[in-house]
Structure formats: structure tokens, C-alpha cells
């Protein structure tokens, strides 16, 4: 089981900056990849970005260039920091764990970028 709390989400004009974080507690030392995922509504769920245990880091071409996923391992934490914001990154952000395949989820934390 792993436990994962989101914060740093909140309301920010276009072009603005902010900076997700997800810390995970429980069994972390199973985690094999961490990510964040993000649904607006009426939409799906969407991966947002993943980085594995080895460190490897995939982004949705939606946000390259714009957003970066980093972690701090020793605090067992996951970050996203997001450059640029659009009116349409404006979602729930969500962060999830993968243990060998099973998915954990955090609640959430709302973005909504508008002027």
C-alpha cells in the first residue's frame, strides 16, 4: 500500500508558473514509477508525465518543453513544475504510484489557469 498527498495547486493567469508536489509514504520502496495525470471536465484522465525508478522521464507532447517531473527520492516525493500555464492545462492534477503494475492514486489538486 502506498499513501500520496498532493499540494501546491491553485489559480494562476495565463503564462503564470506553479509547482505541483506529491509526497508518498507507505511502501515506497516498491514504488517503480511515479507520474502525474490530469482530467478536466468532461475529459479523460490524461498522463501529464512519468519518471521510473531508473529515472527515466516521459512528458505528453502537450506540455514538452513547458512542464518538468523531478523527485526527491530521499524525501519520497515527486514534483511538477509547470512553466507557461494555458488556459487549457486548467484540470485536476493527479499523481499516482505504480508497484509492479498496480496503480496508487493521490485526490487530486485543482490547477485553473485563467485571467
Known amino acids: 500500500q502506498v499513501q500520496l498527498v498532493e499540494s501546491g495547486g491553485g489559480l494562476v493567469q495565463p503564462g503564470g508558473s506553479l509547482r505541483l508536489s506529491c509526497e508518498a509514504s507507505?511502501?515506497?520502496?516498491?514504488?517503480?514509477?511515479m507520474a502525474w495525470y490530469r482530467q478536466a471536465p468532461g475529459k479523460e484522465r490524461e498522463l501529464v508525465a512519468s519518471?521510473?525508478?531508473?529515472?527515466?522521464?516521459n512528458y505528453a507532447d502537450s506540455v514538452k518543453g513547458r512542464f518538468t517531473i523531478s523527485r526527491d527520492s530521499a524525501k519520497s516525493a515527486v514534483y511538477l513544475q509547470m512553466n507557461s500555464l494555458k488556459p487549457e492545462d486548467t484540470a485536476v492534477y493527479y499523481c499516482?504510484?505504480?508497484?509492479?503494475?498496480?496503480?496508487?492514486w493521490g485526490r487530486g489538486t485543482q490547477v485553473t489557469v485563467s485571467s
Open positions: 499516482k504510484a505504480e508497484i509492479y503494475g498496480r496503480g496508487y
Open positions: 507507505g511502501n515506497i520502496v516498491s514504488i517503480t514509477l
Open positions: 519518471i521510473t525508478r531508473g529515472g527515466s522521464i
